[in-house]
């Protein structure tokens, strides 16, 4: 009866396994990745009162406040600052371009061994940028790769109606083969692991706390942040 008990026991409890890695960012602070189990996956800092959920292959900002915990689809962020900030968009265009020209020239650049963990390093093809791009095959990072690339799919997706949705496909396709070599352990842009470790993910640390806002209300929101008022 005991082992039955048990048994049962395990069945009605849900499964939290999950893993969580740290970066260190260039300004000194650090970025936490979480995956459940699912898939689904919380970046943030910790204890911040803004973070990211990727939450069924869609992207969601969180910003948590006195007036209220606030639930927005990085599809209507994106289409929100269209209209509110074309300026800032037209720039951010640019950046696109150089992205998809970037990791579409990728080269060998030998091994490098970040946190302990040895990784394939690559760099820019003609290009005087120090920084170098290093990857890990290792499956403990396996999780965490595939929710920094389901991130970086699903923002680059949402600027598709702004950009076009030519760009946007030629931009995820360059993501999906720099992420097809391996979990970064170094980034182009300076973040690098720290540490990553199984850990116990909650659905509820990666489920939307809030109904999201709707495309209108994301808009007011983002003129309301603007003006300062």
């Not at 690559?122 to 990857?135: A, C, P, Q």
């Not at 923002?155 to 598709?160: C, D, I, L, P, T």
Request: glycine letters at 10%; charged letters at 25%.
């Amino acid at each position: 009866m005991r082992i039955l008990f048990l048994a049962l026991c395990l069945i009605a409890t849900p499964a939290h396994a999950g893993t969580r890695a740290t970066y260190l960012r260039p300004d000194g602070g650090s970025t936490i990745i979480e995956v459940a189990d699912s898939g689904d996956a919380r970046i943030g800092q910790a204890n911040d009162v803004e973070y990211g959920l990727l939450v069924n292959g869609r992207f969601y900002m969180i910003e948590a406040g006195r007036d209220g915990t606030f639930v927005m689809s990085l599809d209507d962020i994106a289409e929100a600052a269209g209209l509110v900030l074309p300026r800032e968009f037209g720039r951010l265009r640019k950046s696109l371009r150089a992205l998809s020209a970037a990791e579409s020239n990728l080269e060998s650049d030998g091994t490098e061994t970040v946190a302990g963990r040895p990784g394939y390093r690559f760099r820019m093809k003609h290009s005087d940028i120090v920084e170098r791009l290093v990857v890990s095959d290792d499956p403990a990072l396996r999780p965490v790769g595939a929710a920094m690339e389901g991130i970086a799919v699903a923002s680059v997706a949402a600027m598709g109606a702004l950009f076009g949705d030519e760009m946007s496909s030629e931009v995820i396709q360059h993501i999906r083969d720099m992420f097809a070599r391996g979990a970064p352990l170094k980034t182009f842009d300076g973040w690098t692991l720290a540490t990553v470790e199984d850990a116990e993910v909650p659905r509820d640390r990666v489920a939307l706390p809030e109904m999201p806002l709707s495309a209108d209300e994301v808009t007011q929101r983002l003129r309301t942040k603007r003006s300062g008022s």
